[in-house]
Structure formats: structure tokens, C-alpha cells
């Protein structure tokens, strides 16, 4: 992989790849953070790749029989299945001897963190040679914005809705590095749609190292989180300034941040931009202050 | 309406598509209720927007041209434009 | 050259001269030996194949279509609850026309949990576009597994291969295991059309949008049916190369018969000696053993009962809540037919529950007195059925 970082680590973006291997004309909603996430994602690996992809927001939109927005060869099988589909076809590279082609999975929160955590976990436990990237926009978007195992706290989805007896997601966000890490991956990341070219660099980082990489991107989703389609960039920078979304990675075993807000702005600055958000009171709010407080400084942020 | 590939006539087994990238048959241009418009002067070429679009609808260059066949009117561009070189209109103003 | 091995061996070996390159293994009663025959070959360099230990047999096919997908030869094997677990990606695995090869040593399905014999596993999954091949001894499991590889890569359609768990799958016979090299000249290389590769980069699982999805099932179905004609044709090359040709079913008798009995897989070698049994007494009993199920070969099996007045359907397996499901086949192939027998259904040997000589009789009894009175008393009984315990007698 031709490296495109600056001497200070930084990446150049005149370096970032002008070939589109994902193709105009996809039925993505305006402003979707996760289409975003895989012209940047494909940018990163370039064209020698075979793409997995769960059923999912990303497999709907983009391949509406007759049409497909993918220039790179890709597969869909089932909703639970794309690492246990990725490791078949690591193996047949292998076979075939193509080790310039990787095998890569890019699934949503649902098929990965919930309904696909199996076979994700038997292909890191297996050690297959393959990158799994999650963009996670935090709910089951594509059926219409119900809970997943990776939605926040306190966020409203149609099936966490607000009453008078319950309020919104109860359950924290299920932390998919650490269980990715625990399993001994060489490298996991995080990364997100507001900072494309750490996404990019890592990306390629965890394309180029044999083994199972993982790396989750977060992405918001103008319709589920009640965001308007402009401020998809804006609130995925929000989420990093205030420390509800942290940038960092965990190469063998060594954890190491990829970027430190200069001053952690307070969470309400997030939450109050998403209508998702919306219902939160003093209290609630206090509490996610809390949970992100203890997040930060576990893993160095002040 | 949409136009589709050539592949529409073959039902190759298993709906498997051969032509990549043909969904550019379907211009989501007819989406937008707002257009962005790149004001040429004040665009310094920073590229930030086409960085930026989900929906690959900005081209390169100094200024950016904004590929109306496909652009469905978001508004990401206008926003993190750092000099407001873009604004966003009313489709089918003037 | 000749091997005295189980049906389980019998299926590892046929996957091994096949030259399968990606195995995925999920362990299961009673398949369990296939996965561990072949680990063994891996191990020693017998097989130069990728192995993979899947976490479940969902993943197991899985994976297997990531494989062909991408373009190398695979193989897995399952039964009972890990083939219904593994089914929502059959039913995929059909539909996306993936040439893949499954053995499946048939057993019952929960619940009760039973790890014992029968049909009702694979007869589950009957809807699933694949093509069922049902063995009757442990030389058919393995001429059958090579022919599948052949059939499936012909065809674009998965093949599953089918034999009765312990009866088969554990009990070793001898069997005349077939030369590499004939293997080799029978199997031609692998090849899938549309295989994943930047070079013609291919998107493969579209959303079968409603202006299209029927027309696929359609072409689907169409070619599970037109599959019949290669699976004869690849059965006859078969016999060709290694003297042992193949068809749609086995007549024993059935020529000038008046009673005709259905069976698929190990009972036809009991039944057999029923027929020759009645036949010594004069009685023009016939026998049917049906090899392929999927696609029913409705015609063939119509014209195969020719003349008899009778046919009694003897299958491991309930369509719960209506007959036994070969039954219904079978009717279903009769339908509208000028002169059709009289249909009979047994449902016997659930759980491992011992088919008897006496149960088939039994059968023969009823099927002859229906071809004598015109009539069907009861169109469904069970065989070997402990009447008391269930309230019957």
C-alpha cells in the first residue's frame, strides 16, 4: 500500500486517491454518513479487495438489481453472515494465491455488533486474514430506526421511545473495540465520517497487516438521528470534540489515541443538535456527562 | 424514471451484475429540493467539499464543479465549506 | 480398489478425491467423522485444502459460498439441527446458483432432541432449491459425492447428498473406492462464471427489486427441474468411466407389479428382500427406490408404477400436520392421472425406531388389499408405533 502520510503522521490530502470505486447514482439517503464512510473506506484500499457486505442500509442501496454502485468486486449472502462469507473468500485467495487481493467485510452496527457478533468473533478467533469495518450509524436504520446493540444512551429509537414509563435507550453502547481487541486482533481503530483521512490512514494500516483488523466507524444518519442531511459532518465532529466519540487505536495490545480534542467540549453541545436527543433532561444529560467522563480518562483524554 | 444497464435483457443466474458502477444510469439529480451553488471567486480549490460528498457529485478544480446529475441537494458541501463558497437554492429558482 | 469403510468415510474420502480446497467444518451427530476424516487428511498432506473451523454450520455454508464465490471448490457436511440452523443461507445458496456439494447423514429433528435416524431433516428442507440425492449403501455415498461435484458445477445449483445417520453413516461395507486418476479425468477443474475478482469486478446478492424477483425464482425453479436431464447424464458418464451407472430411482420389480412400495435411502436393502420374498409366492410385489428427490422426477416415477393398482409411500419423515412428505410428491405426481393407483402412506423408523420385516408386510398386506377392494381404509398409518402409549389400542 503506497503510504500517503506527511512526515509528522499526518495524511496529505492531495495524496487521498482521485479513482471513485464507488459509484453516483446509489439510493442513499441525501447526506448519509455511512455512503460517505465507503467512498472514503474504498478510497483507502483501492481496487484489489473483495467486499462482504451484510444485509444492511449500505447492501440496499447500493446494489438495486439491475444496478450496482460497486467497482469493486462484492457479495452479499445474509443479515448475520459477513465474516463467516469474508473468511470463505480469504481462503480461496489464499488458495488461488492472490496476495495482492484482500478480503474485507463492511458491515452496519446491526449486522455486526448484534445479529453478526458470532461469525465475527469465530473469524477473529480463527485468526482469518481479513479487515472487518463497521460503519455504525446506531440503530437498525434500513427498517427504520430501531435499537441496536450499538445505540447510546438516552437515544429515542422506535423501539426505545419516549413514555411516560420508559425513556430511550437504557443499555450504554456495546464497546466493540475492546471485545475486538480482546480477541487478540493485531489492530483495531476507531474513526469517523468528519476525519476522512485517520479514517483513510487507518484503513490502509489495517488492510496491509495479515490477520483480522477491525475498525469502527461511526456515521450519523440524518433520519435516525433527527439531524438535518447538511450536518452530517458537523454533528460526527461534535461527537469526537466532546468525547462521546473517541479516535484511537489498539495495535498489540498497545492502545494509543489518534486525536485529542483540545478542550473537550461538554456533551450537550452533541446531544442538543440531535432530535434524537431531544427529550433528554438535566439529569439524563448528567448521567451521559458521567459515562463519557469515565470513558475519556480510561482510555487518556481529560 | 430510471434507465438501466444493458443488463436488464440478461438474467445472468443468481441476479448476478456484471457492469460496475452502472447505477450512474440513475441520475438522483431529480431528488433535490435545494441545489448547491459555488460562488467561483471566493472557491480557493480546498477540495474539502468533494471530500466531503456522499454522492461523488463534486469535480475537482479550482472552483469545484458540482455535478447536477447526481447531487441530491444535502447541503454537507455549503456547510463545511471553510470560506462559504457554496450556498444552497431553491431547486428550480430563476 | 476396495475399502471396508463407513458411510461417514465413504463421504470424506468422496469429498477427498473430488480435491475439494476449502472444507468448513462444524461438528454434528452423526456426521461428526466426515469433519474429522478430513481433518486428518488435511493434517497429513493427503488433502492440500484450507480447513476451517466455523463456530456453526451457519457460518459453515457460509463461508463455503464466500469460497465458490471467489472461485476454488468446497465442501461441507451437517445433519439434523445444524442443517436447519445452516437452511436460511440453503435457501440463499440456490438462489445466488452457487455450485456447492453438501453431505448430510440424515437424523431426526428436535424435539424431543434425538440424535437417532431419520429423514425428516433433509426432507425439511425440501423447498430449498437444492438437489437431493438419497443413498442406499456406502458405495453410492461415495460414487454419488463425486457425481455431485460435477452436477452442481454443470448446473450452478447446490447439490446435497444424503445417507441414513448410524445405519450408513456408521456402519462400514465394502465399497470399491474409485482411482484418483479416474477421479481426476471425471472431475474437470472448478470453475465458477462470475468469480470475485478485482479484474471483472462482479456484485454478487443484489436486492431482487419486485420488477425482477419472480423472474428469478422463476429461472430458478427452471433450472432445479432441467437439472434432472444432467443429473442422468452425469449418472451414465459415471457408469462409463468407473462401471457403475447412476439414474433417477431403482425399480426392483416393478415391470408387471400390482402392489409398487416407495422408499428413499438404506431401507430399499430390507424392502428388497420383502419383494423377492413375495415374489417367490407368486405375488407381484414392486419396489421403487427413489434416489433423486429434488427435482421430483414426477414423469418418471409416474411411469414407473405403470399398471399397479397400489402404491404404498414407506418414508422416515411427517409433514407435521399433513402426510408424510414423499407422500405428497408422489400424490402430487398422480394428480389428474387417467388411471392412477390407489396411494398408501407408512411412516416408520422415526428416531432410529427399528424397521421390521413384519412392518413391511404389514405394508404389502394393506397395499394388496387395497388393490383388491378398490379402497384405502386408512391413507396414513405408523409403523412400529408403541399403539398403547399413545392411546391407540
Known amino acids: ?302 | 424514471m430510471s434507465k438501466v444497464c444493458k443488463e436488464r435483457e440478461k438474467l445472468l443466474p443468481g441476479a448476478v451484475i456484471v457492469e460496475p458502477g452502472c447505477s450512474e444510469r440513475t441520475e438522483t439529480g431529480s431528488w433535490r429540493s435545494q441545489r448547491p451553488v459555488v460562488d467561483e471567486k471566493k472557491c480557493t480549490g480546498c477540495m474539502i467539499c468533494w471530500m466531503y460528498c456522499p454522492d461523488i457529485a463534486i469535480k475537482k478544480g479550482k472552483p469545484v464543479k458540482i455535478d447536477y446529475k447526481y447531487c441530491k441537494g444535502c447541503g454537507i458541501c455549503a456547510e463545511v465549506c471553510p470560506v462559504k463558497a457554496i450556498i444552497m437554492e431553491q431547486e428550480g429558482k430563476k | 480398489m476396495k475399502q471396508f469403510i463407513t458411510g461417514n468415510e465413504a463421504a470424506a474420502l468422496g469429498a477427498k478425491l473430488a480435491r475439494v480446497k476449502v472444507v468448513s467444518a462444524y461438528p454434528i451427530t452423526p456426521q461428526t467423522v466426515i469433519v474429522e476424516k478430513l481433518a486428518e487428511y488435511v493434517a497429513n498432506g493427503e488433502l492440500d485444502a484450507e480447513y476451517v473451523m466455523v463456530e456453526s454450520e451457519h457460518s459453515a455454508l457460509s463461508a463455503c459460498i464466500g469460497a465458490a464465490a471467489t472461485g476454488v471448490r468446497t465442501y461441507t457436511a451437517t445433519s439434523s439441527q445444524g442443517l436447519i440452523l445452516m437452511s436460511e443461507i440453503m435457501f440463499i445458496a440456490s438462489g445466488l446458483r452457487m455450485p456447492l456439494v453438501m453431505a448430510n447423514a440424515n437424523r431426526s429433528l428436535s424435539a424431543p432432541l434425538s440424535i437417532w435416524n431419520d429423514q425428516q431433516d433433509s426432507m425439511a428442507v425440501r423447498d430449498s432449491g437444492w438437489i437431493q440425492i438419497y443413498c442406499q449403501d456406502n458405495q453410492e455415498i461415495i460414487d454419488s459425492s463425486i457425481q455431485a461435484f460435477r452436477i452442481a458445477e454443470e448446473t450452478l445449483l447446490p447439490v446435497m447428498v444424503c445417507f441414513d445417520g448410524y445405519i450408513l453413516s456408521h456402519t462400514a461395507e465394502n465399497v470399491d473406492v474409485p482411482e484418483q486418476g479416474g477421479v481426476d479425468k471425471f472431475l474437470p477443474p472448478y470453475k465458477y462464471p462470475y468469480a470475485l475478482d478485482p479484474e471483472h469486478p462482479v456484485t454478487i446478492g443484489a436486492v431482487g427489486v419486485p420488477e425482477y424477483y419472480e423472474e428469478f425464482r422463476y429461472l430458478l425453479q427452471e433450472a432445479v427441474l432441467k437439472s434432472k436431464e444432467k443429473i442422468v447424464e452425469v449418472g451414465k458418464l459415471f457408469g462409463k468411466q468407473f462401471g457403475r451407472e447412476y439414474g433417477l430411482m431403482e425399480c426392483y420389480h416393478t415391470g408387471d407389479a400390482d402392489v409398487v412400495l416407495v422408499v428413499m435411502g438404506s431401507l430399499s436393502g430390507g424392502v428388497k428382500d420383502i419383494v423377492d420374498e413375495y415374489r417367490k409366492q407368486g405375488l407381484k410385489v414392486g419396489l421403487v427406490n427413489l434416489r433423486v428427490f429434488r427435482p421430483f422426477p414426477a414423469k418418471e416415477l409416474a411411469e414407473a408404477f405403470g399398471g399397479a393398482k397400489a402404491v404404498a409411500v414407506i418414508e422416515k419423515d411427517v409433514s407435521m400436520g399433513s402426510t408424510g412428505g414423499l407422500f405428497l410428491d408422489v400424490s402430487v405426481a398422480l394428480a389428474n392421472a387417467k388411471k392412477a393407483p390407489l396411494l398408501l402412506n407408512f411412516i416408520c423408523g422415526l428416531g432410529s425406531r427399528d424397521v421390521t420385516a413384519a412392518q413391511i408386510r404389514e405394508v404389502v398386506k394393506s397395499a394388496v388389499e387395497a388393490a383388491k377392494t378398490g379402497e384405502v381404509k386408512e391413507v396414513v398409518r405408523w409403523l412400529g408405533l408403541r399403539e398403547t402409549m399413545v392411546g391407540l389400542k
Not at chain 1, 465474516?83 to 455486526?112: E, M, N, Q, Y
Not at chain 1, 475486538?180 to 486482533?185: E, F, I, K
Not at chain 1, 438535566?282 to 482510555?299: F, G, H, P, S
Request: with cysteine; hydrophobic share 35%; proline share 6%.
Open chain 1, 1 to 302: 500500500m503506497v503510504g500517503i502520510e506527511r512526515d509528522d503522521g499526518g495524511v496529505e490530502m492531495s495524496a487521498v486517491p482521485d479513482e471513485e470505486l464507488f459509484a453516483s447514482g446509489h439510493r442513499a439517503c441525501p447526506g448519509c454518513g455511512e455512503a460517505l464512510a465507503i467512498r472514503h473506506i474504498l478510497k483507502a484500499l483501492g481496487k484489489n479487495v473483495i467486499i462482504t457486505s451484510p444485509t444492511g442500509c449500505m447492501e440496499v442501496i447500493s446494489t438495486p438489481y439491475p444496478e450496482t454502485a460497486w467497482r469493486v468486486p462484492w457479495i452479499h449472502v445474509a443479515f448475520e453472515n459477513a465474516a463467516a462469507v469474508a473468511s470463505g473468500v480469504s481462503r480461496a485467495l489464499k488458495i488461488l494465491g492472490k496476495k495482492h487481493v484482500k478480503s474485507v467485510a463492511i458491515g452496519g452496527d446491526g449486522g455486526t455488533v448484534d445479529i453478526g457478533l458470532q461469525a465475527l468473533s469465530g473469524a477473529f478467533e480463527r485468526n482469518e486474514n481479513l479487515l472487518y469495518v463497521c460503519t455504525d450509524n446506531e440503530a437498525y436504520e434500513n427498517t427504520g430506526i430501531q435499537r441496536s446493540g450499538s445505540t447510546p444512551f438516552g437515544a429515542w429509537t422506535t423501539t426505545t421511545p419516549i413514555g411516560k414509563v420508559k425513556r430511550g435507550q437504557d443499555r450504554p453502547k456495546k464497546n466493540m473495540i475492546a471485545i475486538m481487541a480482546a480477541h487478540g486482533s493485531p489492530y483495531v481503530a476507531t474513526a469517523s465520517v468528519a476525519y476522512p483521512l485517520d479514517l483513510i490512514k487507518k484503513v490502509r494500516k489495517a488492510a496491509s497487516i495479515e490477520g483480522p483488523t477491525y475498525i469502527h466507524v461511526h456515521c450519523p444518519c440524518g433520519p435516525g438521528w433527527r439531524i438535518d442531511s447538511s450536518k452530517t459532518v458537523e454533528v460526527a465532529k461534535l461527537a469526537v470534540l466532546t468525547g462521546m466519540w473517541n479516535l484511537y487505536e489498539i495495535e498489540r495490545g498497545e492502545s494509543k489515541l489518534t486525536f485529542k480534542p483540545p478542550k473537550r467540549k461538554p456533551v450537550a453541545e452533541y446531544l442538543k443538535v440531535q432530535g434524537r436527543f431531544r427529550h433528554l433532561n438535566d439529569e439524563e444529560t448528567a448521567k451521559i456527562q458521567q459515562m463519557v467522563d469515565k470513558e475519556c480518562k480510561r482510555i487518556g483524554i481529560e
